[in-house]
């Protein structure tokens, strides 16, 4: 037998108008991120063919045969371009050209100083393999008792290295800054003050853009240890 009481001190289901706003919700967060990357993706190709095709002789565009105009056709003509001149660079004759080339801007004033500019960061932002960060790294930043993440670049090396009161060897770290991993600090630290991490530096860039909200499930303190079956 159930008495009124009993009716009031049950939790109430939610109503057709909570549901459906939860569900609309729901779906926000798995279609935006799809279809911002799709837009952004379509958008990027456009701007490429629109700046690319102007310049390919009209024969050769494949709009003229099949009479449709494909977008992606002039992101194709630009990759392909891009890698043979590349391939070109690596070469003898194309380092040869870039010097002749690079010398002659380095006569231009303002050109000079965009182009080296510009040139530092493409070095840096296409950077190869081998300038990669080599591990994820704890450090004690900016004093003791305060620990950051940071990312192991290289062997600090020359006048660093030289100048540097430490009988050890001297670790180039960078520490990025949340949100925005990109921008951070240079520091430099003994081999022995900084700890190696277990997670990848993508894994660890991913903890330091969430401002710590999304830890590597393999390495999630939160979570309890896994039993060991052995």
Do not use: H
């Not at 009209?58 to 990759?79: D, K, M």
């Not at 660093?160 to 990025?176: K, Q």
């Amino acid at each position: 037998m159930t008495t009124p009481f009993d009716e009031e001190n049950q939790p109430r289901r939610p109503g057709l108008f909570a549901r459906l706003r939860s569900s609309f919700f729901t779906g926000i967060v798995v279609i935006a991120p799809v279809g911002l990357t799709i837009w952004l993706l379509w958008t990027v190709m456009g701007w490429i063919d629109g700046v690319v095709l102007p310049l390919v002789p009209t024969t050769v565009r494949p709009e003229q045969y099949i009479g449709i105009n494909l977008r992606g056709v002039g992101l194709i003509i630009f990759l392909l371009f891009t890698i043979v001149v590349g391939w070109v660079a690596k070469g003898i004759i194309g380092r040869s050209l870039i010097g002749f080339a690079e010398s002659l801007v380095d006569r231009m004033p303002v050109v000079r100083s965009i182009y080296s500019g510009i040139k530092q960061i493409s070095e840096t932002v296409f950077a190869q393999t081998e300038r990669s960060f080599d591990k994820a790294c704890l450090i004690q930043y900016p004093r003791r008792g305060i620990w950051a993440i940071g990312f192991v670049s290289t062997t600090a090396k020359g006048e660093v290295a030289l100048r540097a009161e430490t009988g050890g060897n001297l670790l180039s770290i960078f520490v990025p800054t949340t949100p925005n991993p990109t921008s951070g600090f240079l520091l430099f630290f003994p081999e022995e003050d900084v700890i190696p991490l277990d997670m990848t530096v993508e894994e660890a860039a991913k903890l330091v853009i969430s401002a710590g909200l999304v830890y590597p499930n393999a390495k999630d303190p939160t979570q309890p240890t896994e039993p060991d079956t052995d």
